[in-house]
């Protein structure tokens, strides 16, 4: 069985062994726990009458339950092993995705070198035009910019067509 890549037996270079975290070394401590039971029980059935395929008594109540408790609590190490390494698993934390980007993708990157500048209204620093608006030039970014100039221009029709009151 290869050892688990976790829980390392290697020693640091001052010839102490290396730290381990909580989750390696209660895998390491389950591992050893397997080989200790798995040797019992490994002599146990050694011990066996009919072992070597003549069965001259039968084999003790006692005996086999022996054999029960030490397969017992091997399969309960492996299950604690599975567990563990689930969690630690679970707590490596996932790649953090970047959100889509809101503008073409083809923008210049000089545009972005202007980051300190944002606009008035939404807030971005990346655009690739900057127009201006009601706090001046420059003041808004190129959608921002277009949809004031449109309202302006609405609004300037509106008040045009009206007739003058005498």
Known sequence: MAPSPVASTARSADGSKPKMSLNALLQTESFELIRLKADLLARLADDFPGYNGVLHNPIADGDLDGVLRLSGN?????????????????????????????????????????????????????????????????????????????????????????????
Not at 144 to 153: E, S
């Open 74 to 166: 091997i399969v309960t190490s492996l299950d604690k092993i599975v567990s563990l390494r689930s969690q630690l698993q679970k707590a490596v934390p996932e790649p953090v995705v970047e959100p889509p980007r809101r503008h073409h993708p083809r923008m210049k990157q000089h545009h972005k070198a202007i980051s300190s500048h944002a606009c008035h209204r939404c807030d971005t620093t990346d655009t690739p035009k900057w127009r201006a608006g009601p706090h001046g030039p420059r003041s808004l970014c190129n959608v921002c910019g277009l949809l004031n100039a449109k309202k302006k221009k609405r609004h300037l029709l509106r008040w045009s067509s009206r007739p003058i009151a005498n």
